[in-house]
Nanobody, 115 residues
Framework: QVQLVESGGGLVQPGGSLRLSCTAS????????MGWYRQAPGQQRELVAS???????NYADSVKGRFTVSRDNPKNTVYLQMNSLKPEDTAVYYC?????????WGQGTQVTVSS
């Protein structure tokens, strides 16, 4: 099992940047895939970005070139650097870990992009 705790959300103006962090309760070295999902009001949860234990990354088309996912295994932490934020990026962002064929989720952190 693993517990995930997100941080770094908040209110930012369009064009601004935020960095989200997700810290795990155990070593993430052997966790095959970790990533970020988001859910806006009235919409389904969608994949934003993911990274495997080997460092392979995957991004939603809507965030390619603006967001970067990375992992720091010694710190048991995954990051999501978000640049050039747009109002449509507003959502609750959830950290996800795929471990032993089971999905684990954090509690979510709110990101609001507004002037």
């Amino acid at each position: 099992q693993v517990q995930l705790v997100e941080s770094g959300g908040g209110l930012v103006q369009p064009g601004g940047s935020l960095r989200l962090s997700c810290t795990a309760s155990r070593s993430i070295f052997s966790i095959y895939r970790m990533g970020w999902y988001r859910q806006a009001p009235g919409q389904q949860r969608e994949l934003v970005a993911s990274i495997t234990s080997g460092g392979s990354t995957n991004y939603a088309d809507s965030v390619k070139g603006r967001f970067t996912v990375s992992r720091d295994n010694p710190k048991n932490t995954v990051y999501l650097q978000m640049n050039s934020l747009k109002p449509e990026d507003t959502a609750v962002y959830y950290c996800n870990a795929l471990l032993s064929f089971k999905d684990y989720w954090g509690q979510g952190t709110q990101v609001t992009v507004s002037s």
